[in-house]
């Protein structure tokens, strides 16, 4: 009996890429901590929401995908393709995920926070999917969603959605979702190209691609910048940290600009602008904390 909870235990913690998801829960903290200044039980509450909502969403996209997945080495053993659950029981563990996470996230905070969940649910499954599997590009257009989980925090804790602060914070995580995935679909274009999914190297050389990726590295740390530019509240030591670590940034992923490329220089190029993104929210939850 234990192991079978336990097997089934995996196997939702796998469809709801738990991994992920647990990020967006954490953006959505730092959106609520950028406009309340502490913590409470609605960040908690509003966090726990959005993670329900993003592992139905992360279920949905599971079944979206079981087809190709099931071409490709990286997703093959995913819970689908491999025969672990069916199809159906799968939507019906993301349509459990999606009530309790659409509740959670409207009792514990308000409407305009749960629209925007909706808006979140809405853009990756019905109009970012589909669009990837037609457009190699259908990365820059998808990585909305990225911006939407801060914005959830923000509202959440009374802020509107249209404030100058918040539209920085959620442009800043707009711009990292793309380098982030870009440089992703770089490590396993073979993969997609098995399953048929149009890749970047159709489009452009291995150079044009080190290049282009750089220059949204380059806007990444740029972009860091608007935050503290348009809240005035955020102290003289987050931003000379945020100017170091975007210095930072730019000096190690650099070596994306060399002429010949390999695998491993996508893939530490991908380690650092994650590191990077982990930093500055750190930065930006202990300024709102303690200064």
């Known amino acids: 009996m234990a192991d079978r909870i336990k097997k089934y235990f995996f196997i939702v913690v796998e469809l709801g890429k738990v991994r992920i998801t647990f990020f967006v829960a954490i953006s959505t903290s730092v959106g609520y901590l950028?406009?309340?200044?502490?913590?409470?039980w609605t960040m908690v509450f509003t966090a726990l929401g959005v993670f329900l909502l993003a592992c139905g969403s992360s279920a949905i996209n599971h079944y979206q995908e079981r087809k190709t997945d099931a071409l490709m080495e990286r997703t093959k053993a995913r819970p689908i393709p491999s025969g672990q659950?069916?199809?159906?029981?799968?939507?019906?563990?993301?349509?459990?995920?999606?009530i309790a996470g659409l509740g959670v996230i409207y009792f514990s905070s308000n409407l305009t926070a749960s629209i925007l969940g909706i808006a979140a649910l809405i853009w990756y499954n019905i109009i970012y999917t589909p669009m990837k599997k037609k457009f190699a590009l259908a990365?820059?257009?998808?990585?909305?969603?990225?911006a939407i989980?801060?914005?959830?925090?923000?509202?959440?804790?009374?802020?509107?959605?249209?404030?100058?602060?918040?539209?920085?914070l959620a442009f800043f995580f707009f711009i990292w979702q793309i380098?982030?995935?870009w440089l992703l679909l770089m490590i396993?274009?073979?993969d997609y190209e098995m399953a048929g999914f149009p890749t970047l190297t159709k489009i452009f050389s291995e150079r044009q691609l080190g290049r282009i990726t750089f220059?949204?590295?380059a806007s990444l740390s740029t972009s860091c910048m608007l935050i503290p530019f348009y809240n005035h509240t955020s102290s003289i030591y987050a931003v000379l940290i945020m100017l170091l670590l975007g210095?930072?940034?730019?000096?190690?992923?650099?070596v994306i600009l060399a002429d010949y490329l390999e695998r491993i220089i996508f893939r530490k190029t991908f380690m650092i602008i994650n590191l990077y993104m982990l930093a500055v929210i750190l930065v930006i939850s202990l300024d709102k904390l303690f200064f």
């Open 34 to 40: 950028f406009f309340s200044k502490s913590f409470d």
């Open 85 to 98: 659950i069916t199809g159906m029981n799968a939507l019906i563990a993301a349509v459990i995920f999606i």
């Open 139 to 146: 990365v820059v257009p998808g990585s909305v969603i990225g």
């Open 149 to 168: 989980p801060p914005m959830i925090g923000w509202t959440a804790a009374g802020g509107y959605v249209f404030d100058k602060e918040i539209l920085a």
């Open 179 to 181: 380098p982030h995935f």
């Open 188 to 190: 396993h274009t073979k």
């Open 215 to 217: 220059v949204w590295i």
């Open 247 to 254: 210095s930072w940034l730019l000096w190690k992923s650099h």
